[in-house]
Structures are given as C-alpha cells and as structure tokens.
C-alpha cells in the first residue's frame, strides 16, 4: 500500500475531514501526515496532497514527482518549488498540480452572474436610497446594451462568460492567449487590453496571480474604462491597485466595486474599504472549494497517474498557472 504525504496549515477539523474523505475514495493509499514519516519512508513519497503547505516541510520529501493541490490558486506554491527545481536535473522536476474541478466553475459562474446582476440593476444605488428613505426609480439599460468584459478565460473564466451569455449580455474577455469563443468579442494581448476596457461596462477580474497580473489594474490602465462603469474583483486581491481603485471611486470614473479577495485577508479593521460608499466588501465567498466534489478529483488524477503514470495537467511554472 502505497503512502502519500498530506502537509497543509489547515485548523485541525478541517484537515481531519479532507483525509477522511480521501482515504475512503482511495482505499489503496494511505495518507499521513508529514510528522509521521522516518526519513527513510519520506524518501519513498512520489506524491504529495497539499494545503497551504510550509515550503520547508515539503523539501523533506525529496523525491516526490508531483504536488497535488486542493486549491485551483497556486501562487503561493509555484516560487518555492520552482527554486526546489533549480536544484534538481531536468527529468526529476517536481510538478505541480492544481485543483481542476467543475463544480467550482459552476460556482464561480453563479458568483459572477449574480453580483453582475447586482451592479446592472442598481442594487447598491437602491440600498443607499433605502437608507436616506428616498423613493426614486432608477434607469437600467437591458441586458444586451450592457457591455460585460471578463478578464480570464480559463475553466472558471469561461463557465462565467457562458452564465453571461445566457442572460443575453453583450460579453467580451481578455485573455494571455487568443480565444475563439462564439457570441464574444475575444481580446488578447497587453496592447489590446486598453480597448477591452474602453468598451465595458462592467469589468469582471478572474485572472490568475502572476508575476505578469501583479498591480496590473492600476490607474492608467483602468482609467480606460468609460465613466461610471463598475468593477467586480474575485481573482485576486494584488491584481488590482487598490489606492488607484479609491482614487477612481472618489472621482467617479468607476461608479462602483464589488471586491471578494484582498492583499491581507482577513481585510484590516482600519481598511478605507471597508467604509467606502461605493464599494461592496465580500468575504472571499465567491467560488468555494467544495469538499466532496473536490476530493473526488483529486482520488481520480491520483488513481490515473497509480495506473498508467500518466500526470494530469500540471502548472507551467514559468507562467504561474
């Protein structure tokens, strides 16, 4: 019986669940946690499932051949084992994989349908009326004279650009790579990323966390975008410059911003975001990893690669995702 190492900074309960749930969809592995593990048992370990694991303990297991993580974001992983690979010949690089499940796109798609649904029909302008008691009805362009962008178009990238589609936005994306996605107008390339923006109403960020996205919605860049469209972020916090947000926020060049991740989270008590009128602050609650759906994908790529050593798809390093 094989063994697979399980290394993650998850609270004690969580951590137990996901080893159950594992260890019943893969009775012929047995996961252990690192401490358990004589050296000369941890140099046996080819795989290793992980949650936001300590790099140290990691290298104490030297010969993995693949990383499998239970989240789909991995910046955090990808510099520590691309140095762990500097040190290693070509044929033994350790590979990284990340969490690939449908159910967190559909997920995804529902956040991103639902709070666009949010900002095209003025709920924020309406709740603020409530507030002051005003009864006033506001005007609301239909769907399809809503110019919808979505930034990203990975797995949950395009789940969320389909949900758009069926409520007959008008949707375009941006992507790294050229796309070819009927009934969208796909941009690619930094050079045309300007004219994305300048012609959206409401910008979706799903991008992935790389050293090419870091701060790459700063001011004169999201400046393009016509006044008084409206901001979703639910990739992550870093992506956006966050002073250059508020700054556009206080002009109205961006009339509102719902944000689900942040550069610290929890986000700070003393944050200007929390109280700033026209944004909405949400827990990073946009696309949960789902336990069961998620550990079913995880014991599939794992019982694959037992049976014929075939990896699944793994993160391109260089890229970060």
């Known amino acids: 019986m094989s063994k697979i190492v399980f290394i993650s900074t998850l609270e004690r ?10 260890t019943k969809l893969l009775p012929d592995e047995t996961i252990v946690l690192p401490e358990m593990f004589s050296v000369a048992e941890a140099d046996q370990v080819d795989i290793a499932i992980v949650a936001n694991p300590d790099p140290s ?38 590979q ?22 949010y900002l095209h029909r003025n709920m924020p302008q309406y709740a603020t009326q409530q507030r002051q008691k005003l009864w006033q009805q506001l005007p609301c362009a239909t769907a399809q004279d809503t110019r919808v962008t979505v930034l990203g178009a990975g797995e949950l990238g ?39 923006l300048a012609n959206t109403d409401i910008l979706i960020n799903l991008l992935p966390l790389t050293t090419a996205t870091k701060g790459l919605l700063n001011k004169p860049l999201l400046a393009n975008l016509p006044s008084g469209a409206k901001l979703i972020n639910f990739s992550r916090g870093p992506v956006v410059d966050h002073p250059a947000l508020l700054e556009l926020l206080d002009s109205g060049q961006i009339s509102h911003a719902v944000l689900d991740v942040f550069e610290q989270e929890p986000l700070a008590e003393a944050s200007r975001l929390w109280q700033h009128p026209q944004i909405t602050v949400l827990p990073h609650i946009s696309a949960p990893t789902n336990m ?30």
Request: proline residues 3%.
């Open 96 to 117: 990284l994989v990340r969490l690939l499940d449908p159910q967190m796109a559909a997920t995804m798609a529902e956040a991103v349908l639902a709070w666009t649904l």
């Open 158 to 196: 395009l789940a969320s650009i389909q949900a758009l589609l069926q409520q007959n936005y008008t949707v375009s994306c941006w992507s790294r790579s050229q796309k070819n996605i009927a009934g969208v107008h796909n941009y690619c390339s930094l050079q045309q990323l300007p004219e994305a």
């Open 13 to 22: 309960t969580e951590q137990q669940q996901w080893m159950t749930l594992l």
């Open 292 to 321: 069961n759906t998620a550990a079913r994908v995880v014991a599939d790529n794992i019982t694959q690669y037992r049976r014929n050593q075939t990896l699944p798809t793994t993160v391109n390093l260089g890229q970060g995702y």
């Open 57 to 94: 303990i990691l290298q104490q297991f030297e010969n993995l051949v693949w990383v499998q993580s239970l989240w789909a974001g991995v910046e955090a992983l990808v510099p520590s084992i691309s140095q762990h690979n500097q040190q290693l010949e070509k044929s033994k690089q350790l």
